[in-house]
């Protein structure tokens, strides 16, 4: 991955510590916005599908693309906000994927 992806999640978490401080309630409030970010994707995938009739189509795959996007950068941040280097963490997360296709 791009080296600004990284940058940009340790700065996120760098500037959500300095306005909101890092104690459990704060890392408690960036682990549940995963929850908000990956509710906005479903609706997004909802709007995609016009399953509402009252509203219609409302979004395209790339509003679905951008609003998983932002769960991925989300979850990202949230790993920096555990003290732990993401960039690590998806590593590690990959190579157990990579292993469990071998099979």
């Not at 990284?6 to 909101?20: F, I, Q, V």
């Not at 609003?67 to 960039?87: K, P, Y």
């Amino acid at each position: 991955m791009d080296e600004s992806i990284w940058e940009a999640a340790r700065a996120s978490r760098g500037w959500l510590d300095a306005a909101n401080g890092t104690g459990q309630t704060e890392l408690t409030c960036r682990i549940l916005k995963l929850t908000e970010e990956a509710g906005e994707a479903s609706a997004a995938w909802i709007g995609l599908l016009g399953q509402n009739p009252r509203k219609g189509v409302t979004h395209t795959r790339e509003d679905v693309a951008a609003e998983l996007a932002d769960v991925a950068f989300t979850a990202l941040v949230a790993i920096e906000s555990l003290g732990l280097d993401a960039r690590s963490v998806l590593g590690s997360c990959a190579a157990k994927v990579r292993s469990r296709l071998a099979d």
